[in-house]
């Protein structure tokens, strides 16, 4: 073969190669986007939904469930984590523990009622359940906010009392936070759906009966997907409501369950790289749409999130990066 | 927006036991609660009724079901002036059935061949495009609509005052629920569509044209979607995003009494109807959340809600 072949089979193949590449793309990209006319806070806000859109693939693209509510787990984390900051003033990362916690908690006691419906109907008890906590979110007013939001989120220091304290106030500085939980969350993917758990996933996806009669425990399995996936939702809520020091009811709406979804699809669903491309395709059009796409002075962003969701269905459901990559 | 509407009332706090205690639950108001719980609970059977006579025959959750409710309520406004209210009882759902036709025909039928879970990606994209849309053609201000002069104001049956304008949508409701349920058992086509909800293959084995069948039960629900428009407006106001606050409740009225299921839908629709009236009477901020805990009670005690048609969707 000819070097360059050689050169492209190794990037198609290894992994080591690929997730070293991924990394220091994500360590540049601050550096990289003010070329294309971004920021620190968009780099941020791709790499938090990043991280979102690659859980999320987890259940939809390896195990072929399609949830409609996992926003919900984004916000329930953001918020409770919020909540617990604010008023007992603990540690940041104690904090976000708490919040991945009770997300996970949340998800695994919603997970054993539904996770023996399939399909469609599967979707609509996550959107069913979603809604609840969206409610809760903008109704509790007392508690949460209401539809104010909860305000004051602090971000000052991470660090473990008595063996280091960073400060992540400033953006720079929080990207590279983030940038971190970015990198471990895509190893821990990659092992994961590499592993033997993530060919089960697959043998499922493909064909729920045979892994069945196989002897394997299905439902066990699908549970621990969506279990998965939203611990992967909790951690970018945390990190979202650090960011915006914010957080809003319309997190936890199910529009914002469909973003994930077709951040999923356009990237590239059962692809490992995929999500993550189509979650800062996404982000970056919002904020494109939003400056450029004004009708009479007002936005019409779920019109052009609509019609691109129309048209990936419709003309490209193997997404972005599918058009390159066979799904795994 | 007034009395049983509930959306946008959440000041209270979320919960406080004074609120409960100093209660006070008259007969009259319960009457009366009962009667506007009745009136939202037939409005959310008939959105339900047509999503899950979809959904049991197609396999399809139809997202776009709240946007063609709203595009009902739109039409409304639009021919108010030139038709009155009567007529455009008949003529938004003739219109918004047409384009639920064409919707089925031109989206939603490529897709037959792939995961149902495309179809519900491609509707959910449809009701965000629709409701942009209708907030491009007619502002994002709310409407108020007021009923019609005869059904305007309240009136005394004895024991407490009603709005006669809930009766009318009780009553009229009642009518076309009627209908659709004559359709269902009476007609050929009612019993090839109940044929096809529990064996779809044999159904096509005896060469019936299901395509043709999926695209008339598509435009059927979305004409009582735009029924339920119509008849909500006074009552609820009109807004760009009233489709997508119907289509959750309505979701919820399905599972509630099972996939693909009439009866089911009308005993779903009237349960929450009436539990959301009595929440806003009792403790308001609550009753957008009361909703979601009694699908999870009803899930617990019957998986497949209350009445669920075995092995569909399963």
Redesign the interface.
């Known amino acids: 073969m000819s070097a360059p072949r050689v050169w492209f089979e190794t990037i198609k193949t290894n992994a080591y190669f690929q997730l070293t590449i991924l990394s220091i793309i994500v360590l540049l990209w601050p550096y990289i986007i003010p070329f294309i006319g971004g920021y620190d806070g968009l780099a941020i806000e791709m790499v938090i939904f990043a991280i979102f859109a690659m859980g999320f693939n987890i259940l939809l693209g390896y195990t072929g469930i399609l949830s409609f509510g996992h926003a919900a787990f984004f916000g329930l984390a953001g918020y409770s984590m919020g909540l617990i900051l604010i008023h007992l003033k603990i540690p940041i990362l104690l904090g976000m523990l708490f919040g991945i916690a009770l997300a996970t908690v949340t998800a695994i006691l919603i997970g054993f009622l539904i996770i023996r419906k399939t399909g469609i109907y599967f979707a609509m008890l996550t959107i069913a359940f979603g809604q609840m906590f969206f409610f809760i979110a903008s109704r509790w007013k007392d508690f949460t906010g209401g539809e104010d939001g909860l305000t004051g989120i602090p971000r000052n220091v991470i660090g473990i009392p008595g063996l280091f304290s960073i400060s992540i106030f400033e953006s720079r500085r929080f990207y590279y936070f983030i940038a971190v939980v970015f990198i471990i969350a895509a190893i821990v993917k990659y092992k994961l759906i590499h592993s033997h758990f993530g060919q089960v996933l697959k043998t499922i996806r493909e064909n729920e009966t045979r892994a069945q009669m196989v002897g394997y425990n299905v439902q066990r399995y699908k549970l621990l997907s969506f279990i998965i996936s939203s611990i992967y939702a909790a951690v970018a809520g945390t990190l979202y409501g650090l960011f915006l020091n914010y957080m809003f009811p319309q997190t936890l709406d199910w529009i914002r369950s469909g973003d994930v979804v077709i951040m999923t699809l356009v990237g590239g669903m059962g692809t490992f790289f995929g999500p993550i491309i189509g979650a800062g395709v996404i982000v970056a059009l919002r904020v494109l749409i939003s400056i450029y796409a004004k009708i009479k002075g007002m936005v019409y962003w779920q019109f052009f999130m609509g019609i691109i969701f129309l048209a990936f269905v419709l003309f490209f459901p193997k997404g972005i990066w599918g058009f390159f990559q066979k799904r795994e | 927006m007034e009395g049983i509407c509930s959306f946008d009332d959440?000041?209270?706090?979320?919960?406080s036991w004074r609120s409960v205690m100093h209660l006070n639950l008259t007969f009259p108001v319960i009457i009366t609660q009962l009667v506007n719980g009745f009136a939202l609970g037939m409005l959310f059977t008939l959105m339900a009724v047509g999503l899950t006579i979809i959904?049991g025959l197609m396999?399809?959750?139809n997202f776009a079901h709240g946007v063609l409710y709203a595009l009902g309520a739109y039409t409304l406004i639009t021919l108010q002036k030139i038709f009155g209210f009567w007529p455009i009882l008949a003529i938004a759902p003739a219109c918004v059935g047409i384009l639920g036709l064409a919707i089925e025909a031109s989206?939603i039928r490529?897709?037959y061949k792939?995961?149902?879970?495309?179809t519900?990606?491609?509707t959910?994209?449809?009701?965000?495009?629709?409701?942009?849309?209708i907030?491009?053609i007619w502002g994002?201000v709310p409407y108020p609509m007021a009923a019609p002069q005869v059904l305007s104001g309240v009136v005394n049956i004895g024991v407490a005052y009603f709005s006669k304008y809930r009766i009318f949508v009780i009553l009229f409701t009642t009518v076309v629920l009627f209908g659709v349920w004559l359709l269902l058992e009476k007609t050929q086509l009612g019993k090839t569509i109940l044929a096809g909800t529990f064996d779809r293959e044999m159904v096509v084995i005896l060469g019936i044209k299901i395509d043709l069948l999926f695209t008339l039960v598509f435009g059927i629900g979305a004409g009582l979607a735009a029924v339920a428009g119509v008849l909500a407006s006074p009552i609820r106001g009109i807004f760009p995003p009233m489709g997508?606050d119907i289509i959750?409740p309505s979701?919820?009225v399905?599972?509630i009494g099972g996939?693909g299921s009439f009866w089911g839908a009308v005993i779903g629709g009237l349960l929450v109807g009436i539990v959301k009236s009595f929440t806003v009477e009792i403790y308001s901020?609550?009753a957008?959340?009361i909703v979601?805990?009694l699908?999870?009670i009803v899930?617990?005690i019957r998986?497949r809600g209350i009445s669920g048609i075995e092995g569909l969707?399963?």
């Open positions: 959440g000041t209270g706090p979320f919960f959904l396999r399809v959750i989206m490529p897709l792939r995961d149902p879970l495309y519900l990606l491609l959910f994209g449809l009701a965000l495009v629709i409701e942009d849309v907030r491009l994002d997508i959750m979701f919820v399905v599972i996939m901020p609550m957008d959340v979601y805990f699908l999870a899930l617990l998986p969707l399963e």
